[in-house]
């Protein structure tokens, strides 16, 4: 059974840090993403790592939220800074087998979903 679990969620006061990880089983996936979803909104992509360790992140999350994979652990990462309150969500992570450049922003681009992990910023 293909499994994305993720943990590291939790509650902090605005500007603090927390470290997402999604630990991946059976395969060693090729394009990963972590995305977020909160209360009322759409899901969303927040950062992308492609095949070859290439990661893109949304204009929301750039310069304070760093994603990283680690192939020896087949884990994927996400470290958050200076975090706010509108970044209170679900963080999910996803995964696909396929081969990808640039990574993938699109939900349906990917197979595997992890259950999520809640991140609570308050002001």
């Not at 630990?23 to 790592?49: D, H, L």
């Not at 304070?64 to 970044?87: G, H, I, V």
Request: proline share 2%; glycine share 12%; with cysteine.
């Amino acid at each position: 059974q293909v499994q994305l679990v993720e943990s590291g969620g939790g509650s902090v006061q605005a500007g603090g840090s927390l470290r997402l990880s999604c630990a991946a089983s059976r395969y060693t996936y090729s394009c990963m993403g972590w995305f977020r979803q909160a209360p009322g909104k759409e899901r969303e992509g927040v950062a992308v790592i492609d095949s070859i360790g290439t990661t893109r992140y949304a204009d929301s999350v750039k310069g304070r939220f760093t994603a990283s994979k680690d192939n020896a652990k087949n884990t994927l990462y996400l470290q958050m800074n200076s975090l706010k309150p509108e970044d209170t969500a679900m963080y999910y992570c996803a995964a696909t087998l396929r081969v990808c450049r640039g990574g993938l922003w699109r939900e349906y681009e990917y197979s595997y979903w992890g259950q999520g992990t809640q991140v609570t910023v308050s002001s």
